[in-house]
């Protein structure tokens, strides 16, 4: 029998189309939830679109991770917050092959602990 490797996190996350032209259901576990085509590919762009999820992804992930990380290292915390923008130009691609994004920069607003804290958890959140 082969025992699974307990550092081994697996994610199965489906997407479908809808009636709707651009509307995607998708589902994580018993989760639903609606993404939109944005509107600059003539699709609703009244839900999160892909890029928005995307990033929201990441924001969320620095966000949970600074919070456990801090609770692991015993530094006090409050609260935190993420800001992330990305920017794409298909114009402007590094490569020709794919669309790839320009720049994603995430900035950390955490409460509660020293600067030099707060530097280290989010040093410790990029290296994981």
């Not at 804290?117 to 040093?123: D, F, I, P, R, S």
């Amino acid at each position: 029998m082969i025992t699974p490797s307990p550092t081994l996190r697996e994610f199965e996350i489906t997407a479908r189309s809808t009636h709707t032209f651009g509307r995607i259901e998708c589902q994580a576990r018993n989760h639903h939830f609606i993404v939109d085509g944005p509107a600059y590919n003539n699709c609703p762009g009244e839900e999160l679109t892909p890029p928005e999820v995307f990033l929201s992804s990441i924001a969320a992930c620095g966000v949970e991770l600074v919070e456990v990380i801090a609770k692991e290292t015993n530094v006090p915390f409050t609260r935190a917050t993420a800001k992330i923008t990305g920017k794409v130009d298909r114009n402007q691609q590094a490569r020709t092959d794919l669309t790839v994004w320009n720049s994603v920069a995430i900035d950390f607003e955490i409460a509660g602990m020293s600067g030099a804290q707060a530097a280290a958890l989010v040093e410790a959140f990029k290296r994981r």
